[in-house]
């Protein structure tokens, strides 16, 4: 049985100093390894830009409107943030989205296997 998703996508576009390209991929895996289990995560990616590696690109799909502020409250949020404020070339932003495709939630959804790499 399908279940309508009304999820909210939230991309979140980064700048890194030069250099610090690794290491704020490392710690950006981190947070999204344990983000991608929270009960209100649908999808929890990590894009680097092909062309220009200090061009991140986070892929946030919320299952529901709380889903975010719960998120920012986690301790391995937290850390994350912390950690990379000093690689930013600029402050990040973040664009919020309506999902429109998958409608469903099986369409979004990591499987039950938890295996993500």
């Known amino acids: 049985m399908s279940t309508k998703a009304d999820y909210i996508c939230v991309h979140v ?3 890194c100093k030069p250099g610090t390209e690794e290491a704020f991929r490392t710690a950006s895996l981190a947070n999204a390894r344990v983000s991608a289990k929270e009960p209100g995560i649908a999808r929890f990616d990590v894009v680097q830009e092909k062309d220009d590696p ?3 690109l986070l892929v946030e799909v919320y299952k529901n409107k709380d889903a975010p502020a719960e998120h ?3 301790e391995h949020y937290n850390t994350w943030r912390e950690s990379v404020a000093d690689m930013m070339a600029e402050p990040r932003r973040a664009i919020k989205y ?3 495709f998958p409608a469903t939630a099986e369409g979004w959804d990591y499987d039950d296997t938890g295996n993500l790499e």
Do not use: C, Q
Request: proline fraction near 0%.
């Open 13 to 15: 576009f980064v700048s």
């Open 98 to 100: 309506n999902n429109v």
């Open 54 to 56: 200090s061009k991140f």
């Open 72 to 74: 920012k409250k986690t």
